[in-house]
């Protein structure tokens, strides 16, 4: 059996999210077709609020998983420590307003100080990369991709790639870059928020050549992204792109809905539960959800008590702000951030899902959650602009796309889903979905394909 080493430094369990979702499926299922994955991840003592132990156990015992060290990450830990050493010893003076805060807003406390400790460290050590978690694990890929014969590494972050860009060099085993989303090339403004960075920009596209170039293959996620990799380095042979899409884990994911059913909400009950998984980007959203659900209402074709927004996950209070202004308030649940499992079985409870994503992300992405979403066979509202997320829903028939700007047209779709619960046939609305081609098993194959054409040359 053949051997590939995997970077996946911060896309790997037990780190949550969706972006590691990728990278285990495909670990998961690459012994099927021949290569035996090793993986290489940063030590989970370092992950903090981002680690999810339940996740552990979905690695698969033939998955060889190294952890390495990160001395940027091990001062951010200490200062995130020292922080929460400082306000455990000033909670006796806090304000009577601080200690009645919310769950949620303790988390959001929580999550600015971890994150003021990771821009301390980022800001210290250079922006983008992390050279000493680098340098370790080049140190430690080295003599793994010795006994390899293909390396893949995936991004963000995209300091991965460039590690295993070095492994590469060093070693000379092939190596496959996939980017899960684009590094600079039409997004660099949308990692740095907008700042004017010339300078930044130009370095970051020197960067992202460098990895296109020196790559034996290189994968992205979407269609829209070839096509910008494409245009802005029309140098790279177009024989080396490839696109495989994020998809879902059948066999994993069943076992949640399965467990759900019996809890499922029955037919009549007057509340349509609205999920939506992981952050939202874009506040709009919350505003145009909320502003249509006062049109029924005003109209009214519904009331307050048809209504449940749950936001798993981080929920900030510019968030619950949005439902307060609109006094909608009792309609919003929060539960924060929970295991991926409690996370999967809340989407299976759902009666819809939200999905979102403004212009500047909707034409080139599609959010990984959608991929999750599938399994639930649960209608998707889909917040957003026209792009390759909207299409894949319509292709589908998952469910409903919609942009933020049209307040009346949402009302209109949650008119049709409120009557569909309260007559029992939500599930007849996407009973035609057609999603099949997305599961991991067959989009690993594509993987391997593209390993054993690198292999051979």
Same mark, same amino acid.
């Given at each position: 059996m053949k051997k590939v080493l995997i970077v996946a430094p911060q896309a790997y369990p037990p780190k949550r999210g969706p972006g590691g979702l990728r990278a285990l499926g495909f670990s998961r299922h690459l012994a099927e077709f021949g290569w035996e994955p090793t993986v290489l991840v940063l030590d989970d003592r370092f992950l903090g609020s981002s680690c999810d132990p339940s996740l552990r156990d979905r690695i698969p015992k033939h998955v060889n998983v190294v952890k390495v060290f990160s001395p940027e990450h091990f001062l951010s830990a200490a200062i995130h420590q020292t922080m929460q050493f400082v306000r455990r010893s000033n909670k006796s003076g806090a304000t009577e307003a601080s200690q009645s805060a919310s769950p949620s807003e303790k988390s959001t406390h929580r999550n600015a100080l971890s994150m003021f400790a990771r821009r301390v460290a980022k800001n210290f050590f250079g922006d983008d990369f992390y050279p000493g978690w680098m340098t370790a694990t080049v140190l430690a890929g080295i003599p793994i991709a010795r006994e390899a014969d293909c390396i893949y590494s995936t991004s963000p972050p995209f300091g991965s790639h460039i590690v295993a860009k070095w492994i590469s060099r060093l070693t000379r085993v092939p190596w496959v870059a996939d980017f899960r989303d684009p590094y600079a090339?039409? &997004?660099?403004?949308l990692r740095t928020k907008g700042a004017n960075d010339a300078a930044g920009e130009a370095r970051a596209i020197r960067r992202e050549r460098?990895?296109?170039a020196a790559a034996d293959a290189v994968i992205t996620v979407t269609d829209a992204m070839d096509e910008i990799y494409k245009s802005h380095y029309p140098e790279i042979p177009a024989a080396k792109l490839h696109v495989i899409t994020n998809g879902y884990d059948e066999d994993i994911e069943l076992r949640t809905i399965e467990s759900s059913l019996d809890e499922s909400p029955k037919?009549?009950?007057?509340?349509?539960?609205? !999920?939506? &998984?992981?952050?939202?980007? /874009? !506040? /709009? !959203?919350?505003a145009s959800l909320c502003e249509a659900i006062n049109i029924l209402i005003r109209e009214k074709k519904a009331t307050k008590a048809d209504f449940e927004i749950e936001l798993i996950g981080n929920c900030p209070s *510019?968030?619950?702000a !949005?439902?307060? *202004?609109?006094s909608l308030s009792e309609c919003l649940v929060a539960p924060g951030i929970v295991p991926q499992k409690e996370a999967f079985r809340r989407m299976c409870l759902a009666d819809a899902l939200l999905i979102e994503a403004g212009a500047t992300i909707a034409h080139y992405a599609i959010r990984a959650k959608i991929f999750e979403y599938m399994l639930a066979r649960r209608p998707v509202l889909g917040i957003l602009e026209e792009g390759p997320m909207a299409k894949l829903i319509r292709d589908t028939r998952i469910g409903y796309c919609v942009p933020a700007s049209e307040p009346k047209k949402i009302a209109e779709i949650l008119e049709r889903l409120v009557v569909a619960k309260k007559s029992g046939?939500? &599930?007849e609305l996407i009973a035609d979905a057609e999603f099949a081609k997305y599961n991991r098993r067959l989009l690993t194959q594509d993987l391997s394909r593209i390993f054993d054409s690198i292999v051979r040359k």
């Open positions: 090339a039409g &997004a660099y403004h460098g990895v296109l037919p009549g009950s007057t509340k349509l539960r609205i !999920v939506h &998984a992981g952050l939202i980007y /874009n !506040v /709009n !959203v919350l *510019e968030h619950h !949005v439902f307060k *202004e609109q046939t939500l &599930a």
